[in-house]
C-alpha cells in the first residue's frame, strides 16, 4: 500500500534495501531485459541517486524508471520489507518523473485518452462507438498495418477485445433484483470506468453472483473512476478528486452495508488506499478510514462469506493468471483458486509464472507496448502449455490486454473473470 508522499522525501527507505538480489529472479523486466536498472535494486540506486543530487535526470534514467511495471512482485520477495512501490510512485508524483514522461505526441495522445477518456464512462462509450464504425467500415484493420499505429504494436486495439462483448446493456442500477429476507449480507457494488464501459457484462454477472449467494446489493449512482489511472500518471490531486466523489457516493450506505465490493484487482488496491491518500485532509480523513475498512475485492468477500458452490458438473480446464494488484498489492492470492476449485467438473491447472506481470499494469500496456507486448506473449506460452482452454483473470485491465495480444496470435483462449466462470456455473442451475 502507499505511504504518504511527506514521508518519503528523500526516499529514506530505500536505506532498508541489503542489495541481496532476491528480488531479480522475480522482476519481469530485468528477465527480459537482464539489465541492473531494469531491476527493482537498480532502481532503487537510481532514484536514491536522484534525491541525493549525485545523478541528473535523462532520458537514460527516466526510461528505466517509467519500464517499472509497479507490479511490486519485488515486496512480496523481499526479506526486508522495502516497500518499493511506495518508492516508484512518489518519484512519479516528483516533477523529476514527470518532466519528460508525455514527450512525443503518441504519448500526449495516450496521456489525454488515458486521463481525459478512460475516468468517464459517457466518453468512454462514444469512443468505443467510434471505434465500433471504424470497424465495420474496415479502417480499423488498415490503421493497424500503418506505419502510423506499427511502432505502437496497434495501440488503439478495441475492436479486437470488443467483439464477443454485448453492444448494449440493462443499466445495473435498473436491474431487477428479488427480494432477499434476511439477506447474509448486504453490500454495495463498485463498478468503475473502464472496466464498466468495456466489460459490463462481467459486473452483472458479479451482480448476479452476489445475490446468488443472498446477498442484497446496492449501487450508487453517482460512484466513479477510482483514480488509480491519474495517481499512477502523477496527478494525485486529480485522483484524490475522484476519492472524493466516491466517499460521498458512499458514504450515506456505510452505515449499514458490510463490504464495499469490487471486482478489479487495480481498483481495489486503490480503494483500500483511501485513507492514505487523504490521510493530511481534515474534511475527508475520517470518512476515508470507514470506507477502507469495508473494501473487499470479490474474491475474498465471496471465500469468507462463504460461498455457495454450483451445483452442476461442467468438465473444462482453466488456468489461473494471477493479477499483480491481487496477488502482491491486496496479498489475495488462494480466495480465486477456492472459488474456482467450488466449480464442480472444473480441473484448474496451474501455469509458470502465475504471478508474473503479463504487461497490462493499468495504462503501461499503452505506454510502453514493446515490453508489455513481450510480456503477455510470455504469459499466454506458459498458458499454452497448461492445455487450458480458459484463463482466469481477476482485473479488467489484464483482461483486456491479454485478449488483445492473443487476437494477434490468432489464439482461440477464453480469457474470463473468475466470476464470470462462477455465474456461467450458476446459470446451468437454471436450465
Not at 124 to 144: A, I
Not at 157 to 174: H, M, N, Q, S, V
Request: net charge positive.
Amino acid at each position: 500500500m502507499m505511504q504518504p508522499a511527506s514521508s518519503l522525501p528523500s526516499f529514506d527507505y530505500a536505506t532498508h534495501c541489503v542489495h541481496c538480489g532476491l528480488c531479480l529472479p522475480h522482476c519481469p523486466t530485468y528477465a527480459v531485459n537482464l539489465d541492473e536498472n531494469d531491476s527493482p535494486r537498480g532502481r532503487i540506486y537510481l532514484m536514491q541517486a536522484l534525491a541525493n543530487g549525485r545523478l541528473e535526470t535523462s532520458a537514460r534514467v527516466q526510461q528505466h524508471l517509467d519500464l517499472c511495471l509497479d507490479c511490486r512482485a519485488c515486496e512480496t520477495v523481499c526479506p526486508s520489507g522495502v516497500p518499493y512501490g511506495s518508492m516508484i510512485e512518489h518519484y512519479r508524483l516528483s516533477p523529476a518523473g514527470r518532466q519528460k514522461r508525455h514527450s512525443g505526441w503518441r504519448q500526449r495522445l495516450i496521456a489525454r485518452l488515458v486521463q481525459q477518456v478512460f475516468p468517464y464512462r459517457r466518453r468512454t462509450r462514444w469512443l468505443l462507438s467510434l471505434v465500433r464504425m471504424f470497424d465495420r467500415l474496415g479502417l480499423f484493420r488498415r490503421l493497424q498495418r500503418s506505419k502510423l499505429l506499427a511502432a505502437q504494436q496497434a495501440q488503439f486495439y478495441f475492436a479486437d477485445i470488443l467483439r464477443g462483448e454485448p453492444r448494449r446493456l440493462t443499466p445495473i442500477e435498473e436491474v431487477a433484483r428479488p427480494a432477499i429476507s434476511p439477506p447474509r449480507r448486504t453490500v454495495a457494488l463498485f463498478l468503475g470506468c473502464v472496466s464498466e464501459s468495456i466489460l459490463g457484462a462481467t459486473n452483472r454477472a458479479t451482480h448476479r453472483v452476489l445475490l446468488r449467494n443472498q446477498c442484497s446489493v446496492h449501487t450508487p449512482r453517482n460512484q466513479g473512476c477510482c483514480g488509480a489511472i491519474h495517481y499512477h500518471a502523477g496527478h494525485a490531486e486529480q485522483a484524490r478528486s475522484f476519492a472524493r466523489d466516491n466517499l460521498r457516493a458512499f458514504a450515506p450506505m456505510l452505515p449499514f452495508i458490510d463490504a464495499i465490493v469490487t471486482n478489479v484487482a487495480g481498483c481495489g488496491v486503490m480503494l483500500k488506499d483511501y485513507a492514505m491518500l487523504l490521510h493530511d485532509d481534515p474534511h475527508w480523513a475520517d470518512l476515508a478510514q470507514q470506507f477502507v475498512a469495508k473494501v473487499r475485492d470479490i474474491n475474498e468477500f465471496l471465500a469468507a462469506l462463504p460461498l455457495d458452490p454450483p451445483q452442476h458438473s461442467h468438465p473444462q480446464r482453466v488456468t489461473y493468471h494471477e493479477a499483480c494488484h491481487l496477488a502482491h498489492g491486496q496479498k489475495i492470492r488462494s480466495a480465486p483458486r477456492q472459488l474456482l476449485q467450488s466449480i464442480p467438473g472444473l480441473q484448474l491447472t496451474e501455469m509458470v509464472e502465475a504471478d508474473w506481470c503479463c504487461g497490462a499494469a493499468g495504462t503501461y500496456n499503452l505506454t510502453q507496448p514493446e515490453m508489455a507486448g513481450q510480456l503477455a506473449r510470455r504469459k499466454l506460452d506458459h498458458s499454452a502449455e497448461t492445455g487450458s482452454q480458459i484463463m482466469a483473470v481477476a482485473n479488467a485491465g489484464c483482461i483486456l490486454h491479454l485478449r488483445q495480444q492473443a487476437a494477434l496470435r490468432r489464439e482461440s483462449l477464453s480469457i474470463v473473470h473468475p466470476v464470470d466462470l462462477l455465474d456461467q456455473a450458476y446459470q446451468r442451475e437454471q436450465r
